[in-house]
C-alpha cells in the first residue's frame, strides 16, 4: 500500500492500460477526510497486497482526476484491466472499501 500522495499521475491512456486489478486513490496530504481514512485503507489493503495501489495527489488542473470525475477526497477507485468496477468516496468504513476489492475479483 502506497503511502503518500504522489505529485505527478500516469496518463488516462496509461491507467486504462493496465492489467489485472488496480485501485487508485485520489486526495491530498493536507485533507482531513484523506488523513483519517487512512487506517480504514491500509487494513483493507493489508487482505490484499497483491492488488497495485496508485495513490495520486488531486486538485484543480490534474487531469487524472478530473477524467475520472472526482469531486470529494477521498475517491478510490477500482479497476479491472482500466476499466472501472467499484467506487468508494469518503468511505465510513472498511466494509465499504472491502466491497470494491470483491467487485475487482482478484
Known amino acids: 500500500m502506497e503511502t503518500s500522495y504522489a505529485t505527478t499521475a500516469p496518463s488516462r491512456e496509461e491507467v486504462d492500460a493496465l492489467p489485472g486489478p488496480t485501485v487508485l486513490e485520489f486526495g491530498t496530504g493536507w485533507c482531513g477526510w484523506c488523513r483519517g481514512a487512512q487506517p480504514l485503507i491500509a487494513e483493507a489493503f493489508a487482505e490484499h497486497p497483491q492488488v497495485r495501489h496508485l495513490k495520486v495527489e488531486d486538485g484543480p488542473g490534474r487531469p487524472l482526476g478530473r477524467s475520472f470525475r472526482v469531486k470529494l477526497w477521498p475517491t478510490i477507485v477500482f ?3 482500466g476499466q472501472e468496477v467499484a467506487r468508494v468516496t ?9 466491497a470494491g476489492f470483491a467487485r475487482l475479483g482478484d
Do not use: G, Q
Open 79 to 81: 479497476l479491472r484491466d
Open 90 to 98: 469518503r468511505p465510513a468504513d472498511t466494509d465499504e472499501i472491502r
